[in-house]
């Protein structure tokens, strides 16, 4: 059975081709921001699956995709292929997400329509902060 052991969220994220060796950038634990919608410019949904060999398939359909209560904000299927091999990290970059409100958002990894790992994300929203106001002399 294919299972994922963790998924997670963050700014950037590299993957390496031929040895599959991850780095994570600025993972991200919650959005803050000081109003809605809120626009998260760059984003790396990061899932770390493993197989077992024998059993599971080389080739197989998953999904990623964004939720934030009943409305989907993202949705990508896609193939992976483990080759010979027993994991695969896989790697969705996002350029431009958009937060309409303040609840949690929620990350989800299927695999041929079956939930198998989901992240869920806390929005907090914040009150703007001036800490010095200057008036340019013309």
């Known amino acids: 059975m294919i ?20 780095s994570l950038i600025n993972m991200i634990d919650a959005f803050t921001t000081v109003g809605f ?5 760059h984003l790396a949904v ?18 990623i995709e964004i939720r934030q209560g009943d409305k989907q ?10 080759e010979d091999k027993a994991s695969n990290n896989l790697v969705v970059t996002l350029v431009g997400l958009v937060i ?3 609840q949690p958002v929620v990350f989800i990894f ?14 907090q929203h914040i009150s703007p902060e001036v800490k010095e106001a200057k008036q340019a002399s013309v």
């Open 46 to 63: 990061v899932v770390k699956t493993k197989r077992d060999i024998s059993g599971d398939p080389a080739e197989t359909e998953c999904t």
């Open 73 to 82: 904000l993202f949705l990508h299927e896609f193939k992976v292929n483990y």
């Open 37 to 41: 919608p809120a626009l998260i410019p």
């Open 110 to 123: 299927s695999r041929e329509g079956k939930e198998i790992k989901r992240m869920e994300v806390e929005v």
């Open 100 to 102: 309409p409100g303040p």
């Open 3 to 22: 299972e994922a052991t963790f998924i997670q969220i963050a700014e950037k994220a590299i993957l390496e081709k031929g040895t599959n060796k991850l």
